[in-house]
């Protein structure tokens, strides 16, 4: 029995050893199948087994040359080529070998493939190309007719692009220049160059190069410096995905052709200084790890940069944008700075980040060009954008209201911390004229959460289609209107062509809706007569107009009075001095509002609604009874005769009290004084602005009502026209302005 017990002990002893390494093996293998799974493919992949390169095996592949896409390629392809120092009979060799056939005259071009390839220590491209001198007369015989073609097309777009732009350059005194005999040569390689995924552990060097055929770099990948200073690409060049761990200078080159440099990787300085893009060019999704330096460039096709990275500073001073300027959900981490730039198109900024500093001082736009900032990140607390004062602020652009009321309030804070109040108030300005159309769309469009099958139908939804909203709605409330689109009745078109007429929102009563259009009627008037507060010139421009229309009318009332039996009529010296001081006024009025609002004709009929129609009818009644009262032969109006100077009349009602002090005061005007027409101006602007020479007032006895009237219509609306001035000069003088924002 004891030795019974300590076997089963013993057992069970090495059961629980067994099963402890059994968890441990299990435990091991889950980690390794956990590395397999996450690390990166291309780390177990297979990789393609090089061969050293030696001499004899490049002459038989040079006098072998393989066809790759229609070209003749020396085929280089999966080998080690080693050109350092210590291996200089090789490396002499290898420039020798391939200098010989690649500089072939009057031969079809031979293109260099080294996809895949490991290449050790320096690679001198530009001793591989054909030296040639850069004036035509010593160019032309050496190329075939097609490469002399070729380049004299090359030739004029330098002329173009170059001479225009950078007339001070070396390719315009050397390369355009058809009379030049100076000694300057340039390398020409005459065939297509391909590095897919090829690795260069030294130097690259094609400094001062024309490349006549296309370039495929794609996945290469480059360890040391590169040097593609002042080279020209005459073909579609690729440097997808490559990665440049040192510096890539590519300053003063010339793309003929598109450019793509998609998921490029540059974790050094990068140099483009001076280049130019004849066409498009592609940077999308590229990481810029240091200084990106885009200084001088010319980009005349389209320039994407969206979703790229900018870990560092990157400039783009003094560039030149022809097209559209693509930044979509592009990431600032530190300043980026437009100096001078001169942009011809939009500046797509959809999504992107500013996380530092975006300096656009200087920069010229076009008329059509705007920066398009929907979904811009970007904290006024922690990041700036500068920009001329009173010239940027009308530059930025956002199509609706709904997701973008918080990059507007951060952008409009920027400019308010800078002390650029115009600038601010214009993206104001902005915010309320899309809260306008906001609200325009709630009064007018179809509410699908409230809508009839009929209205749908009416709308231009088919039956079916707006059973399937209802059903839906009956579910849950449409928040969206683009939820729609998640209907399988409901196809694209259909919503395109419906959008502008659909709003989804909570349904209104009939209040709500009165209380809505009334909140729009006075956000339209707000900003057809004042830009919303903005525009000072403009509510001086209206006010202009106002003061000298009803100062007219007045004279009229005052001064023509009937025909029979006894004329009270003007004089014809008065008549004129009316009429050409009244268009004289307007004219400048309308100047003021025609050169500061964006809509004039809108501003100049919002303003005739309100001055005209009330007065034109009490007009009409007054002329159309005629008067029949006493004091027929003096004027209606009557001045302070106490007191004669510059007034501020804050508490003025337009008629005198009916104390007979006052009636000594006030004196009846003057009708034999050639002066005398500019004294119903006087009363206008005392009307309008509270402000006037002299206290000018309606005189209390034998008065028509329909006078009395005219004059309390313009009292009032001076009430609100002095509101409007002073809240207008409130937001647009600092001052004032940091009194009412700053908290």
């Known amino acids: 029995m004891h030795n019974l017990f300590f076997k089963r002990r013993g057992t069970q002893r090495l059961n629980a050893e067994f099963r402890k390494v059994s968890l441990c093996y299990s435990a091991l293998s889950f980690v390794l199948l956990c590395v397999l799974l996450f690390l990166p493919l291309p780390a177990f992949a297979a990789q393609p087994e090089r061969i050293p390169l030696t001499l004899e095996l490049l002459q038989e592949r040079v006098k072998s040359p393989i066809l790759r896409e229609g070209n003749l390629t020396v085929d280089l392809r999966q080998m080690v080529i080693d050109l350092r120092p210590e291996n200089t009979t090789f490396r002499a060799g290898f420039y020798q070998i391939l200098r010989k056939e690649l500089q072939k005259t009057g031969a079809k071009p031979l293109g260099l493939d080294l996809s895949y390839s490991l290449v050790q220590g320096d690679f001198i491209g530009t001793d591989l190309g054909l030296r040639t001198p850069l004036y035509v007369q010593a160019i032309a015989p050496i190329f075939t007719p097609t490469e002399q073609e070729q380049l004299e097309r090359l030739r004029l777009v330098c002329l173009q692009s170059l001479a225009i732009a950078f007339p001070d350059s070396k390719d315009c005194k050397s390369l355009l220049d058809r009379q030049s005999n100076t000694s300057s040569e340039i390398t020409v390689f005459r065939g297509a160059l391909t590095f897919v995924a090829t690795r260069f552990n030294g130097e690259v060097q094609f400094y001062n190069t024309f490349f006549l055929q296309s370039i495929d770099t794609q996945g290469a990948n480059f360890l040391k410096e590169t040097n593609w200073n002042e080279t020209r690409f005459s073909r579609p060049v690729s440097f997808n995905s490559a990665i440049f761990h040192q510096v890539s200078n590519f300053q003063g080159s010339i793309f003929f052709d598109k450019a793509s440099f998609k998921k490029v990787n540059f974790k050094e300085v990068t140099n483009f200084q001076g280049s130019i893009f004849a066409k498009n060019a592609n940077f999308n999704e590229a990481n810029f790890q240091q200084l990106a330096k885009f200084n001088s460039s010319s980009w005349q096709g389209i320039a994407d940069f969206s979703d790229v990275t900018f870990a560092n500073q990157v400039q783009f001073t003094k560039s030149n944008f022809s097209q559209v300027f693509l930044l979509q959900e592009a990431n600032f981490k530190q300043a980026v700075i437009f100096r001078e730039t001169e942009f011809n198109e ?3 900024l959809q999504g992107a980040s500013i996380l530092n500093q975006a300096d656009f001082s200087d920069t010229r736009f076009a008329a059509t060009a705007f920066l398009n900032v929907p979904g811009l990140t970007f904290n006024s607390n922690q990041a700036k954008i500068l920009g001329n004062p009173g010239e940027i602020g009308k530059k930025f652009c956002v199509p609706t209201l709904q997701g973008n009321q918080n990059v507007l309030r951060n952008l409009g804070q920027n400019f308010r911390q800078q002390q650029q109040i115009p600038d601010a108030n214009q993206l104001e300005y902005t915010k309320q004229r899309l809260k306008l159309i906001e609200l325009s769309q709630r009064l007018v469009a179809t509410n699908i959460n409230n809508a009839s099958v009929l209205s749908l139908i009416n709308l231009g939804f088919s039956p079916t289609q707006a059973e399937a909203i209802k059903e839906r709605r009956l579910i849950k409330k449409i928040l969206n209107s683009r939820e729609l689109l998640t209907l399988a009745d409901i196809d694209l078109e259909t919503y395109d062509k419906l959008s502008d007429r659909l709003v989804a929102s909570e349904p209104i009563s009939l209040g709500g809706w009165l209380i809505q259009a009334v909140n729009w009627l006075l956000l339209s008037v707000l900003l057809l007569l004042s830009g919303y507060g903005t525009n000072l010139w403009l509510v001086f421009g209206v006010g202009g107009l106002a003061i000298s229309y009803f100062g007219l ?22 008549t004129i001095s009316i009429l050409t001081s009244f268009s004289s006024l307007a004219s400048l009025s309308l100047l003021g509002i025609f050169h500061n609002t964006a809509q004039p004709w809108l501003t100049l009929g919002c303003l005739l609604i309100i001055i005209v129609p009330v007065p034109v009818i009490l007009l009409w009644r007054l002329y159309q009874q005629g008067r029949y009262h006493d004091l027929m032969n003096i004027s209606y109006f009557t001045e302070d005769g106490t007191l004669r100077q510059l007034r501020l009349l804050i508490g003025r009602l337009p ?58 219509y313009q009292w009032s609306l001076g009430l609100l026209y002095i509101t409007l001035v002073l809240w207008t000069l409130s937001r647009t003088i600092p001052g004032l302005n940091l009194l009412i924002y700053l908290k």
Request: proline fraction near 8%.
């Open 346 to 348: 939009s500046v797509d």
């Open 655 to 712: 008629v005198i009290p009916r104390n007979p002090t006052f009636r000594e005061r006030y004196m009846p005007l003057l009708w034999n004084q050639r002066w005398n027409w500019l004294n119903y101006y006087d009363f206008s602007l005392n009307n309008l602005v509270r402000l006037g020479f002299n206290d000018i007032r309606l005189r209390d006895e034998h008065l028509p009502g329909i006078i009395a009237t005219l004059a309390w």
């Open 553 to 574: 009318l007045f004279w009229l009332i005052d001064r023509y009075r009937r025909l029979r039996p006894i004329p009270i009529i003007p004089t014809s010296y008065e």
